[in-house]
């Protein structure tokens, strides 16, 4: 019997009971629906994220703390002594790091807070904090000087506004951030350059213990663009900064007693950060990255993924029993037409085929309208999304896809199940004796 003739007959047999097959094909969509639109919301969920980091510089950054390299997944945190842990960063330390093949950039920092700056006869006395970089280093690594511009649509942002950045050469300066300058009510920042500066600490890392305050002058070099991260800091010499967390810690020389708190290694490529990363966990030092948080996010949606496939299965499954019903209703209502075709020579075979061929064209019924209705629930869920966003003032569109490959994925495996939940009822036809058959 030749392929297409089986078709026609299990098409015909099919449409003789529209109702019952319609019924059975709908059970079917329901769980392919599911399946495809629950998948379609991770998917797109996954890859809104992710797009959140796709164009970060942070991605291509791996940040080294002044700690002994564990294992966080598997580290008891209630016993974990934080003292036993600290392992110092120093210059030593900083060369084998920018040493690693595939550093590109290095930034190692001390940060303090800081209670005031006074300006001429302006005093502030909002909080902030400052910071001290290795060697006077720029504080803005050219990733995101690239990120920022892109983010601005701007080629030509530049993150000091006015004045100059740091260099090997400065002792006593300071880049203000633009904002910063701006709670201080003071909006023509570039009549600052050039000013000395008074910066005021009062307070200790120990509360219990009072000092006289520190004020230490420095020139300001350099205003730092309102368009980038630091556009509320202080960005000082080493030296300065040295003096300073000195002062905070109660140490006498915080750099050379205690080391610096981290360091960033930036690479040109994002296939470098696992390597870096391995370079410094090999000396002994524990380091984390965006990467392996991007990592942790696919992960974390695999599992999601999972989990909602399978509650459309669970659905499927309940189909494809009906599936098994439906065929064999069918072939006690056939069981004279199976007489009559073995009795003019079809074999098991040719039954079998045709059996399965039934099936398969439920799970395609089936598979198609699970698809349509997944379309129609996607962008249902899109415009409600959408309309709720704008409710609240957000501008944010998020677009929820259906990947091709879920698609037709879906549409085969409709197809596959309901053939495997044809098998028995196929075996079963194509085993009928034609002569009982007859006399049914």
Excluded: C
Excluded at 164 to 179: A, E, P, Q, V
Excluded at 231 to 251: E, G, H, M, P
Aim: charged residues 20%; hydrophobic residues 40%; glycine residues 6%.
């Amino acid at each position: 019997m030749k392929f297409n003739d089986g078709l026609k007959l299990a098409s015909r047999d099919l449409s003789r009971r529209k109702l019952r097959t319609f019924l059975t094909s709908l059970a079917i969509a329901v769980g392919i629906m599911l399946i495809v639109t629950l998948v379609s919301l991770g998917t797109s969920g996954e890859n809104l994220i992710l797009s959140k980091f796709q164009n970060n510089a942070s991605l291509k950054k791996v940040t080294v703390i002044n700690m002994k390299y564990f294992d966080m997944e598997n580290t008891d945190f209630s016993e974990l002594d934080m003292d036993s842990m600290y392992k110092k960063i120093d210059a030593t330390a900083i060369q084998k790091f920018s040493n690693i093949s595939g550093v590109t950039e290095i930034k190692a920092t001390i940060t303090n807070p800081i209670k005031s700056i006074k300006i001429d006869n302006t005093e502030s006395k909002n909080d902030t904090k400052i910071v001290g970089l290795y060697n006077n280093n720029s504080i803005f690594s050219n990733d995101s000087i690239q990120s920022v511009r892109k983010d601005n649509n701007n080629n030509n942002l530049n993150p000091i506004v006015a004045g100059r950045n740091l260099n090997n050469s400065d002792k006593n300066s300071i880049l203000i951030g633009k904002n910063y300058l701006n709670s201080m009510g003071i909006k023509d920042y570039k009549s600052i350059i050039g000013k000395d500066i008074t910066i005021i600490e009062n307070k200790t890392e120990n509360p219990n213990i009072t000092i006289s305050p520190l004020e230490v002058k420095v020139k300001v070099i350099g205003i730092i663009n309102d368009k980038f991260e630091t556009k509320d800091t202080l960005v000082t010499s080493i030296d300065v900064a040295n003096k300073i967390k000195s002062y905070y810690s109660l140490q006498e020389n915080y750099i050379d007693n205690i080391g610096y708190e981290a360091v960033d290694l930036h690479s040109k490529d994002m296939n470098d950060i696992s390597h870096i990363s391995n370079s410094i966990k090999s000396l002994g030092y524990y380091s984390s990255s965006y990467q392996e948080m991007v990592d942790q996010i696919k992960n974390s949606f695999k599992i999601i993924k999972v989990i909602l496939a399978v509650l459309g299965l669970i659905v499927l499954f309940v189909a494809s029993v009906g599936t098994i019903n439906t065929m064999i209703m069918v072939i006690y209502e056939r069981t004279k037409s199976i007489g009559i075709m073995k009795s003019i020579g079809a074999n098991r075979n040719n039954i079998h085929s045709i059996f399965l061929m039934q099936s398969g064209i439920i799970g395609f019924i089936g598979g198609i309208f699970g698809l349509i209705f997944s379309v129609i629930n996607i962008n249902i869920i899109q415009l409600a999304l959408k309309l709720f966003l704008q409710s609240k003032d957000i501008k944010e569109t998020i677009n929820f896809a259906i990947p091709s490959w879920l698609l037709l994925g879906a549409l085969a495996f409709s197809i596959l199940i309901s053939i495997i939940a044809g098998i028995y009822p196929s075996i079963k036809a194509s085993k009928m004796d034609p002569v009982k058959a007859l006399n049914s």
